[in-house]
């Protein structure tokens, strides 16, 4: 009885081990190919603003080519959860975090409004990363509408 106990101990933690590698392990391969920086996204935000702090979801988000492609940090999956692209974005504001938001979002982040093909959503990254994205939406290519609040 004790050694049954014992197995199914182990087989838990090396489980739990297992686990905590494959997602440092997801980690590194979407930072492989460069241009990545921590991101919260919100999707389909009221038109009103929603400072309660639902609905964020804690990511990374990574630079391929026109394109802006958002992983959830907790999750497996290797695909990106959404993908933007430059030519559809259109910043309408930004804003410091408020209320409950402050809880919900890393401590320097600044929240960043935008629509996406018909979707209003919310960018929440640190000053640094922001100041590259703003600068990576307004480095497209010529004839390409850009709007930049």
């Not at 494959?22 to 492989?32: E, K, P, T, W």
Request: charged content about 25%; hydrophobic content about 45%; some cysteine.
């Amino acid at each position: 009885m004790v050694l049954v106990l014992v197995l199914c101990v182990v087989a838990v933690v090396v489980f739990v081990l297992l686990g905590l590698f494959v997602f440092g392990l997801r980690r590194r391969l979407i930072q492989r190919s460069g241009g990545t920086f921590d991101c919260s996204l919100r999707w389909d935000v009221p038109e009103g603003g929603d400072a309660s702090g639902k609905g964020w979801g804690y990511g990374v988000a990574r630079y391929n080519g026109d394109r802006i492609e958002w992983f959830r940090v907790f999750s497996y999956a290797i695909r990106p959860r959404r993908t933007l692209e430059r030519s559809a974005i259109e910043v309408t504001g930004r804003r410091a975090p408020e209320g409950e938001e402050e809880l919900a979002l890393l401590s320097d982040a600044i929240v960043l409004a935008c629509s996406h093909r018909g979707s209003r959503l919310e960018l929440a990254m640190s000053e640094d990363a922001l100041t590259g994205f703003l600068a990576w939406l307004e480095a497209a290519p010529p004839g390409q509408r850009v709007n930049v609040a």
